[in-house]
């Protein structure tokens, strides 16, 4: 009885995990030149968000973010992925913390 109770619950939440991810919107950010293109996102509120940045250079840039509680080196020519949870209304801003005076930008969450 007990192994056929754990078999339901594992299959009950192996689904509900798979569900979750249906629901995960992304959104691509790319790094040129000292800048975040776009500079403004927009995602949906209650969604978990997966930001994939890309870095075009030249060199490596760092993704942070105060507010989202984030910190990611990106070298150059690659691509990253951040996972954020689902996120409240609100403005969320970012920078590249090796050029924090031209690459800055911002999520607005709706």
Known sequence: MFKIILTTFLILNFHSISFAEDDTVQINLTIQNGKFEPSELKAPANKRIELIVENKGPGAEEFESKDLKREKVIPEKRTVKITL??????????????????????????
């Open 85 to 110: 949870g689902n996120l409240k209304k609100g403005t969320y801003k970012f920078f590249g913390d090796y050029h924090s005076e031209t690459a800055q930008g911002k999520l607005v969450v709706e």
